[in-house]
């Protein structure tokens, strides 16, 4: 404990853009870039987020991104226990040294009804949270109705994109070098741009 202590109290840095160096701060808060504890140090010291949600939501952390969602029929619930977990996280970033940036919040609203109806009334940090019709979660879109068209139009724009890249660069070029025994290199070409 008194190594990490020692590691991080009276960190020096200083900040460089091509040959001109920054006048030296002291860091205030936060861990060390680059040293293999790091992710670790990082991890013990947000654990303790989950204690702050309200138990009828659940939330899910990824690195430093944390999603919180809530199921249930009514609005009004949805709206009340999302929000306590909100402002309960809002105080604990208070205390903790972390910050929540809300202008890079964003909320969705699941619902496959017809009808048109409200969003919740939602905030972080007094910024109303901007309420989209898709949200990307771990490289997954994810659409309001849930239906994963968004998701598999991107995928799909994206495998084209790929594809095109082992087209020779000419109609007139061919692709002879890849006939017969030397065809397993655009296999693995393949499986590299599309399938990775």
Known sequence: MFFIKNLHENR???VRIGSVYSEPK????GI?????M???LFLIAINDIIKNVHPKVQGCIFADDYTLF????YISEIETCIQSSLDNLTNWTNTSGFLFSPQKCQAIHFCRKRKLHNH???SISNHPLNFVDTIKLLG???DKKLS???HLSQLKSDCLKRINLMKPPHKNVKLSIFVGKENSIITLIFQFLIIL
């Open 12 to 14: 020096i840095f200083r």
């Open 26 to 29: 002291v860091q205030e808060n």
């Open 32 to 36: 060390c870039q680059g040293l293999s």
């Open 38 to 40: 790091s992710c670790t």
């Open 70 to 73: 809530m199921r249930s029929k």
């Open 120 to 122: 919740p009334d939602l």
């Open 140 to 142: 997954l879109y994810f």
């Open 148 to 150: 994963f068209k968004f």
